[in-house]
């Protein structure tokens, strides 16, 4: 089937990298790099896990690439086909059962998260990668239950835990039920702290909201991808809160390191092997 997919990709007419429409798959070879706003051929890019050749600034991956990127190889999936259920009947510019509808068939996915077993250099994990394309990576009901069960899942088979944040934090369409979400996982990560078991937080970019707020500065180790935006809230709402212009970088990766919120700020491309040896550090060679 890819095939042909990539014949089509590959005989699209040139979309003009502006356009914004960076969302339709087969849109065009080209994009600008908004690190150092150069043309690239988008396969260039692609093929490089979206990290810049030319100034490596870090562009945002899918969840599924980022897996593909962290871990060994084959790896498992779990609760794939859990959805939400819309328990509020919620409407805004229009129904959220209906947004959800169209989102799970642009990304294939049933939710904004993808939990996974698998190895790391030959070490066992537990891995949940977030998808920043649906619905902005927000955390509701779904992505909640499958932390969770990720972290139970940890403690049963005596397995670190990696959770690569990017999300916009709370689904707002679920309401209480998406902030409850917050208490339920840091309530299974003490339990996984109780156990031992080590898990480490990779913020990328965007982590704010609820999801820094809970899970993603909940780390043994938090670590960020370079210029990623991490925050609660946004800067706007801040400056008129506090009624001070906030300082250059705020809430970026490098502004967060340097102000101890933060363990270390890794290239993507050296996570894995970052990853491999924190662990190592936590649990001793891999039997
Ligand atoms: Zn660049």
């Not at 990720?150 to 959770?163: D, F, G, N, T």
């Given at each position: 089937?890819?095939?042909?997919?990539r014949?089509n990709?590959?005989?699209?007419?040139?979309?003009?990298?502006?356009?914004?429409e960076r969302?339709?798959?087969?849109e065009?070879?080209?994009?600008?790099c908004?690190?150092?706003?150069?043309i690239?051929?988008k396969?260039?890019?692609?093929a490089?896990?979206?990290?810049?050749p030319?100034c490596?600034?870090n562009?945002?991956?899918?969840a599924?690439?980022?897996?593909?990127?962290?871990?060994d190889?084959?790896?498992?999936q779990?609760?794939?086909?859990?959805?939400?259920?819309?328990?509020?009947?919620?409407v805004d510019?229009?129904?959220?059962?209906?947004?959800l509808?169209?989102?799970?068939?642009?990304?294939?996915?049933?939710?904004?998260l993808i939990?996974?077993?698998?190895t790391?250099?030959?070490?066992?994990?537990?891995?949940?990668?977030?998808?920043?394309?649906f619905?902005?990576?927000?955390m509701?009901?779904?992505?909640?239950?499958?932390?969770?069960?990720a972290?139970?899942?940890?403690?049963a088979?005596k397995m670190?835990?990696?959770?690569?944040?990017?999300s916009?934090?709370?689904r707002?369409q679920?309401?209480?039920?998406?902030?409850?979400?917050?208490?339920?996982?840091?309530?299974a990560?003490?339990?996984?702290?109780?156990?031992?078991?080590?898990?480490i937080s990779?913020?990328?970019?965007?982590?704010?909201?609820?999801?820094?707020a809970?899970?993603a500065?909940?780390?043994?180790?938090?670590?960020?991808?370079?210029g990623?935006?991490?925050?609660?809230?946004g800067?706007?709402?801040?400056?008129?809160?506090?009624?001070?212009?906030?300082?250059?970088g705020?809430?970026r990766s490098?502004?967060l390191?340097?102000?101890?919120?933060?363990d270390?700020?890794?290239?993507r491309?050296?996570?894995?092997?970052?990853?491999?040896?924190?662990?190592?550090?936590?649990?001793?060679?891999?039997?």
């Amino acid at each position: 089937m890819s095939w042909f997919k990539r014949e089509n990709v590959g005989s699209e007419k040139m979309a003009k990298p502006e356009n914004g429409e960076r969302r339709v798959k087969t849109e065009g070879l080209w994009l600008k790099c908004e690190g150092c706003r150069e043309i690239i051929w988008k396969k260039d890019l692609e093929a490089n896990y979206n990290v810049c050749p030319k100034c490596g600034a870090n562009s945002r991956i899918e969840a599924l690439t980022r897996l593909e990127l962290l871990l060994d190889g084959a790896y498992k999936q779990f609760d794939a086909d859990l959805a939400s259920s819309d328990p509020l009947e919620f409407v805004d510019q229009r129904p959220y059962s209906e947004r959800l509808a169209t989102t799970q068939e642009a990304t294939s996915l049933a939710d904004a998260l993808i939990s996974a077993e698998g190895t790391i250099e030959g070490r066992k994990v537990q891995m949940c990668a977030m998808e920043p394309k649906f619905i902005g990576g927000s955390m509701g009901s779904v992505m909640g239950e499958k932390i969770t069960r990720a972290i139970e899942r940890s403690m049963a088979q005596k397995m670190p835990l990696v959770i690569i944040s990017a999300s916009g934090g709370a689904r707002m369409q679920e309401g209480a039920i998406s902030l409850m979400q917050m208490a339920k996982i840091s309530a299974a990560l003490m339990r996984l702290d109780e156990a031992r078991i080590p898990y480490i937080s990779v913020l990328t970019d965007p982590t704010t909201g609820g999801v820094t707020a809970s899970l993603a500065m909940l780390g043994d180790l938090n670590i960020a991808e370079p210029g990623a935006l991490i925050g609660f809230a946004g800067p706007r709402v801040i400056e008129q809160t506090i009624r001070q212009k906030l300082p250059e970088g705020f809430q970026r990766s490098e502004f967060l390191l340097k102000h101890g919120m933060l363990d270390a700020v890794v290239a993507r491309l050296e996570l894995k092997t970052y990853i491999s040896k924190a662990l190592t550090f936590f649990c001793g060679p891999v039997q």
